[in-house]
Structures are given as structure tokens and as C-alpha cells.
């Protein structure tokens, strides 16, 4: 069902045909005000279809079929800091005609979003790396070492064998 099906009268809901016949009644009256009666400084048709966020699924159809018979795209306004409408607004010689309905805080992007993302694959792909590598062949990795020779010693060979002197608090009475 499309947004303007869903607002399209039918024989039981009079609701546009009613409304239709107020304003052109209000055309009739706003056409006898003389040349002395002030110009105000603007005039606005407003329709409201949803004051509170939470029921902008109902809204937004609205604002949409009627922003296709003012001919305009709608588009989301920010009001103050918690404050969005979706709206369709358009000024057609001394009236302004706006479609509009409170929707919830859209997510602005944060640049911090394409860097977590970023990282987010970066683990994912560590992740299925070490997925696949469960086993390891330590000796592809660690080759065996060739096998060493004996140490040398870099001291000339002697014919006696070296002996430390023995410290006298560890010579036995005897000696």
C-alpha cells in the first residue's frame, strides 16, 4: 500500500472532503477582507501529522502523499538539538503550505565510525587467519640448529692441571 492509499478517503472517512470544504470556505472569507485590513507577514497551511517521535511510522506516510500533491521531496530539519521533522514545505504566492512530522534523532555519522569499522575487519580478518593456522609445524618455523662441536678452550694446554689455590676456611685441619 502506498503512502497516499493510506490517506485516500474512502466512503466512510470523510476527513480530506471535510477539511477541503473548511478552507474553501476560509478562501471565500479571506477573499472580503478589504485593502485598509493589515498584511500579515506571512500565511501558513500547516499540517501536523505526528507531534511526538514515536509515531513518526504514521507520519511519515502522510508528509509524503502530501508533499506529492504540493509537488516537493521531503526531507528531514533539524529544530533545536533534539528536535527533528520530516518535512515538505513550499511557498506558492502568499501561502506557505508545509507537511510536517516529528521523527527521531537521525544517527549523524562520526568520522570514529569508518575507523571502528576499519578495525572491526582488521580483527575479523586476524581472527580467520588464526582460524586456519591452528597447527604448526614448529620445525618449518624453528629449523634444527647443525649440531656444535665441543668448546675449546682458548688457553694453551698445560701439563699440570690448573688448581685454584683452596682458601684457608675451607682447608681441612689435617693440611
Request: with cysteine; net charge negative.
Amino acid at each position: 500500500m502506498t503512502p497516499f492509499e493510506q490517506i485516500a478517503p474512502t466512503p466512510q472517512t470523510t476527513y480530506y472532503s471535510d477539511l477541503a470544504a473548511e478552507l474553501r470556505d476560509l478562501a471565500d472569507r479571506v477573499e472580503k477582507l478589504g485593502p485598509s485590513t493589515p498584511r500579515p507577514w506571512y500565511t501558513r497551511l500547516t499540517f501536523n501529522a505526528a507531534l511526538s517521535p514515536e509515531d513518526a511510522e504514521l507520519g511519515v506516510p502522510l508528509v509524503d502523499a502530501l508533499a506529492t500533491l504540493i509537488d516537493v521531496k521531503p526531507a528531514a530539519h533539524q529544530l533545536s538539538t533534539n528536535t527533528w521533522y520530516y518535512q515538505a514545505k513550499r511557498e506558492s504566492g502568499q501561502l506557505e503550505v508545509c507537511a510536517q512530522t516529528r521523527i527521531p534523532t537521525p544517527k549523524v555519522p562520526d568520522e570514529r565510525d569508518e575507523e571502528l569499522a576499519r578495525l572491526r575487519a582488521e580483527l575479523a580478518r586476524r581472527d580467520a587467519d588464526q582460524a586456519g593456522a591452528s597447527f604448526v609445524d614448529l620445525d618449518t618455523v624453528f629449523p634444527a640448529a647443525p649440531a656444535r662441536a665441543e668448546p675449546t678452550s682458548r688457553c694453551p694446554p698445560s701439563s699440570t692441571p690448573h688448581r685454584s689455590p683452596t682458601p684457608p676456611w675451607h682447608r681441612s685441619p689435617e693440611t
